[in-house]
């Protein structure tokens, strides 16, 4: 039977890159899976803390987050929600897996550069003093691949942005497959269809829940006024009439992206949507926009008032049981693991 799993850093609120790119690709798996399937879906609290949190904030996002899953359709009934760094078989495995990783393989990987504004080609050992790497950050997609591996996932819907660090859970499996006994599952990507939602304000860069300015992206609990306020700023271009092109104009076609994304019944693709609205001014495409995220948005920001709002226990209660599952799958996978390799 089939293992779904997926995690989400509690780094802030969910803004529509995270909603579109993989929560409700969750849902949607969640609502269509058969009863055998299992489904996993971690906060990732660990992977939150490779870059400095404090203490107070970190324990409000963490709540937060598990609010929001519930508030976009996640049913603790049906999946498995729970705070990664409840389970320690997730940082046991990272540890035995961290033993046979590849400095130089990680040293390619992209996303530790990018959290300190490195170049490409950045040298681990070689980073300026304002900017000295941490061995947490760096080994953050060997804890990845802990998290997937350690549940035997079968199945891993993310984010475009996500692809690589995927390719390593599977070269992880098979290298611990291979030295040891067969017992890891080589994980698929399901990419959502909604691969990479852009900054409003940096179009060219994705939408990041750290990304310093709260401009750059709209969150699921965002008002109305505040979509529409955030919408209206978003950078675009002078360049006349609507057009769908991501290379020349790449504002406007996240403009055009979302609004798709959020709502396929507009039209058949992108390019088609963009040619329905080829008139528009930028400001009435601004306004439809902003329109169309609220009509569906409104639902999820509504339900996670009431939950945030509500009785604490409630939250307690979903983790409770999440933590106490997770260990169950978790468990099962390490004591095979500590078996192959001479630790039980
Ligand atoms: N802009 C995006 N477009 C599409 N999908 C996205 N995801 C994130 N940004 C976009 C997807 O959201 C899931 C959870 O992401 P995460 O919180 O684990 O980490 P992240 O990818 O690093 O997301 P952020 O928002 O940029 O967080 P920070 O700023 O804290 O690092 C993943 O499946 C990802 O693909």
Known sequence: PQVIFSAIQPTG????GNYLGALRQWVKL???????????????????????????ILREWRKQMLASLIAVGLD????????????????????????NASMGYLSRMTQW???????????????????KLKLGLFSYPVLQAADILIHRATHVPVGADQTQHLEYAREVASGFNHLHTPILTLPSTILSPAKRIMSLTQPLKKMSKSDPDPKSRILITDTHATIKRKIKS????????ITYDPVTRPGVSNLIEMMYCMDESVAESPVLLANELKDLSMRALKEKVADTIELHIRDVRERYESIVFGDAKVLMDINEEGVRKAKQSADATLKLVREAIGLD
Not at 30 to 52: C, F, G, K, M, W
Not at 113 to 131: H, I, V
Not at 235 to 241: N, P, Y
């Open 13 to 16: 609120a969910p803004h529509l």
């Open 113 to 131: 550069k990018s959290k300190m504004a490195l170049p490409e080609n950045a040298n681990p050992l070689d980073t300026s003093s304002k900017a």
């Open 76 to 99: 603790p009934k049906r999946s498995i929600i729970f705070h990664q760094s409840a389970i320690p078989a997730h940082s046991e495995l990272h540890w035995i897996l961290s033993c």
């Open 30 to 56: 969640q609502n269509e899976a058969l009863p055998e399937t299992t489904l996993l879906y971690s906060v990732a609290d660990l992977h939150a803390i490779t870059l400095r949190q404090d203490p107070s």
């Open 234 to 241: 978003a950078l675009t271009d002078s360049i006349e009439g």
